[in-house]
Structures are given as structure tokens and as C-alpha cells.
């Protein structure tokens, strides 16, 4: 009798975290709907002016500027993207392992700038230097703080305290697909699109003074973008794993009702049996 | 009469994208005006209000907050920090930032930040301008 009762407090308990697995998906479905749309929507933008600004740094002078120029690199700094909250699968592991991978091939000085809680969390308890971190960063990483965050980025790099700046983060392929990867922001890498039509442009002020101002909305808008990404990525890897999680409760409850039923006719037949064994006695006395 | 593809792009969306006569923009080094096969240009954006002449002659403006302009020969793309329509400004909160702007800069207290405030009291004038200019 108690292995039916029992069974049945497992069928409700399963059910229950159906019910909050299922509310979590469609949350995070109706989040990431929003992400998307944030992420389509800033995308013009990133290409128009990533286009100018590799057409930009085809000029002479340009490669001389700080932003662009690369030195030796004696340490490199890496910028880790990833979440505030777990419960998405393997969304947050993915990333720090690579970032992991990263600080232990290179070998060398590296420091970490680290967003979202997740990231945090693992890496304060390891021997690398954190050089700056932010948390809570919500659902809509806004402009202001892609600013921010480059200009901490551009100001590290610029004073010589690393030579390199990569973003290690999830890009958005779509619901189900995102892909963790590791990109270069500074110093800024000029396309090779040598042959391609050098237009001759009018440049007001001299090329340098525009290359000056678009840079550095270059570097803010490659960050923005990466917030963005990530966060889409984030919510759809949240999806998934709420998806899965919903169906594998559904399996196990089928499972344990089957065994309810089996073990409840069970005890129906020993009853039947008892009764018609009793009753035979009975009988077999008289 | 030919006409230009005029496009202005913020890093948070696609404010507009749409045939233009001509386009008038607070570049560097003042005002220029954009006509159709103009040359290949690429010049900053200083706080102002660009004005646009749709095909059909109807002229309308927005304010930008400072960005980059390309000139080409069929079309105009403005990379802007901030843009607005000028029916989507919202004059009250205009105002008000000007007052604060021109507040700061006549009392001058220590440690302020007088570009960044003669940036703001920029911005805040060009989206009046281009409020009134609808």
C-alpha cells in the first residue's frame, strides 16, 4: 500500500515541476522573441559601420593609430559574456570552459573581464585576475552600458595594461543554434579587401580625424552587439533546456503511472485472492 | 528628377529608410546639403537637425545627437548615436534637459563637466529645433 501511495506523491511532484518547467519556457520564449528582434535590429547599424571603418583603415596613415595598431603581446585581455542565472542547459559551462581553455593554452599573463553572475561565480574562486565585472545586467543590455563597457575595454588597452582584447561569447544562429566563440576586438582587425573599388572620398574632417571619431563607435557597437547576441542566445539555450526538461517530466510521469496501475491491480488481485481463499475456508469448515 | 535612397541607422534600430530630392545635415564644418549624384563624402555629424525633402516635395526634419554621414551617388546614410523624428520628440523632457544644461553652465560649479554639458544643451536645442521645424 505504501509503494502506491508513494508513487502517486512522485506523479504529483513530477507534475508540479512540470507546470514551473513549462511557465519557464514560455517566458523564456516570449524573452528571447524580444532579444531576437533587439539583436535584427542592431544589426544594420554594426555592418554599415564596420563597412566604413574597414574602408577607413585602408588608408595610409591609419594603421599607426592606437586603436588599430597591433603591438607584441605580453598579455591579453579576454571579456567573458555570459549569464546571470543557470537553468540554460549547458549555455553558461560552455562558454567559461572555453574561456578556461583559453587562459590555460596561452600560458601567459591574461586578465578577465567577466559579465553576467555566472561567470563571476566560477572564476572569483580561481587563480585568475579579474579586471573588472558586471552582473545584473537584465533582460535589454542597453547602449549606455555597451559604452561603458568599451570605453573600460579602450581605456585598458590603450594604457598599455594589455595588448589584446578578445569577446568570448555565444553568437545567436537562431532558436536552437548558437555558436561560443572567441573574437577580437582590439586592437581592431582591417579587412584585407585589397582590389576591392577604393572609392575616392571627401572626407570632412581629414580621414584620421573621421577614423578618430568611428572607431572607438566601432569598438561600442561590437560590444552592444555582443551583449545583445549573448543575451539572445542565453534565453534561446533557456528555451531548450526548459523544452526538454518539460518533456522528460511528461515521459517520467507516463512511467510512473503505468507502474501506479500495475501496482494498484496488483493489490486489488491479493485482495480478491484473500477473499476468495476466506471464503473457500469458510467452506471447507462448515 | 533623380532621387536618393536616404538611410538613417542608429545602433538600436533602422529609424528610416526611404526616397529623398535631398538631405541637409550639420556636418563638421557647418551645414551641407545633399543632392542626388553628389560625390563620395564621409563627414562627422555635430549635434543638429537634418532636414529631408521626400519625393513629392513634402519636407521633414529629425534631430541627431552626432554620428557620421556617407554620401554617395544614389545614397545618403547617416550612422547617428541618437535620432529622432521630429514628431517623436518629446518637447517636455527637451526642455527640461536644456534647463539643466543651461543651469550647469551658468553656475559653473567645480568639477563640472563643461563639454559634456554644452553636449547635452546641443542635443537638447536641436531636438526643440526640430520639434518646431514639423
Known amino acids: ?286 | 528628377m533623380s532621387t536618393s535612397r536616404f538611410e538613417v541607422v542608429t545602433p538600436q534600430r533602422r529609424i528610416l529608410a526611404e526616397e529623398v530630392e535631398s538631405v541637409i545635415a550639420p556636418g563638421a564644418e557647418g551645414y551641407l546639403g545633399v543632392l542626388p549624384r553628389h560625390a563620395p563624402l564621409l563627414t562627422i555629424l555635430k549635434p543638429g537637425v537634418v532636414f529631408f525633402r521626400k519625393v513629392g516635395g513634402k519636407t521633414e526634419c529629425m534631430a541627431v545627437s552626432g554620428g557620421l554621414l556617407e554620401a554617395g551617388p544614389d545614397k545618403v546614410i547617416i550612422l547617428a548615436d541618437t535620432a529622432e523624428l521630429s514628431w517623436e520628440i518629446d518637447v517636455e523632457r527637451a526642455r527640461r534637459a536644456k534647463e539643466r544644461a543651461e543651469k550647469r553652465l551658468r553656475e559653473r560649479y567645480a568639477g563640472l563637466d563643461v563639454a559634456r554639458a554644452e553636449f547635452a544643451l546641443q542635443r537638447s536645442l536641436a531636438r526643440l529645433k526640430a520639434a518646431e521645424g514639423s
Open chain 1, 1 to 286: 500500500m505504501s509503494n502506491i501511495r508513494e508513487i502517486k506523491r512522485r506523479i504529483r511532484a513530477i507534475s508540479n515541476i512540470q507546470h514551473v518547467t513549462g511557465a519557464m519556457k514560455m517566458v523564456a520564449a516570449s524573452r528571447l522573441r524580444r532579444a531576437q528582434s533587439r539583436v535584427w535590429a542592431a544589426r544594420p547599424y554594426a555592418q554599415k559601420t564596420a563597412e566604413v571603418a574597414g574602408r577607413l583603415a585602408l588608408s595610409p596613415n591609419a594603421q599607426t593609430l592606437p586603436l588599430v595598431a597591433s603591438r607584441e603581446v605580453k598579455k591579453t585581455a579576454y571579456v567573458l559574456i555570459v549569464g546571470d542565472k543557470g537553468l540554460a542547459g549547458a549555455y553558461n559551462a560552455n562558454l567559461i570552459h572555453l574561456t578556461e581553455d583559453r587562459l590555460v593554452k596561452e600560458g601567459q599573463p591574461a586578465g578577465l573581464v567577466v559579465v553576467g553572475r555566472k561567470g563571476l561565480q566560477y572564476f572569483r574562486r580561481r587563480s585568475v585576475e579579474i579586471l573588472k565585472y558586471y552582473v545584473d545586467i537584465g533582460d535589454e543590455p542597453d547602449l549606455s552600458l555597451a559604452r561603458e563597457l568599451a570605453r573600460q575595454l579602450m581605456d585598458i588597452f590603450l594604457s598599455g595594461q594589455v595588448d589584446e582584447v578578445n569577446l568570448i561569447y555565444a553568437r545567436f544562429i537562431s532558436a536552437l543554434r548558437n555558436i561560443p566563440q572567441v573574437e577580437r576586438l582590439l586592437p581592431i582587425e582591417t579587412p584585407s579587401v585589397e582590389g576591392t573599388e577604393t572609392i575616392d572620398y571627401i572626407y570632412e574632417p581629414e580621414p584620421v580625424g573621421v577614423l578618430e571619431a568611428i572607431l572607438p563607435r566601432y569598438c561600442e557597437v561590437k560590444v552592444y552587439q555582443a551583449l545583445l547576441e549573448a543575451k539572445a542566445s542565453e534565453l534561446s539555450a533557456r528555451m531548450v533546456a526548459m523544452e526538454s526538461a518539460t518533456k522528460n517530466s511528461a515521459e517520467m510521469i507516463e512511467q510512473l503511472t503505468l507502474s501506479f496501475n500495475k501496482a494498484r491491480q496488483a493489490a486489488i488481485t491479493t485482495e480478491l485472492l484473500e477473499v476468495a481463499t476466506g471464503a473457500e475456508a469458510l467452506k471447507a469448515q462448515g
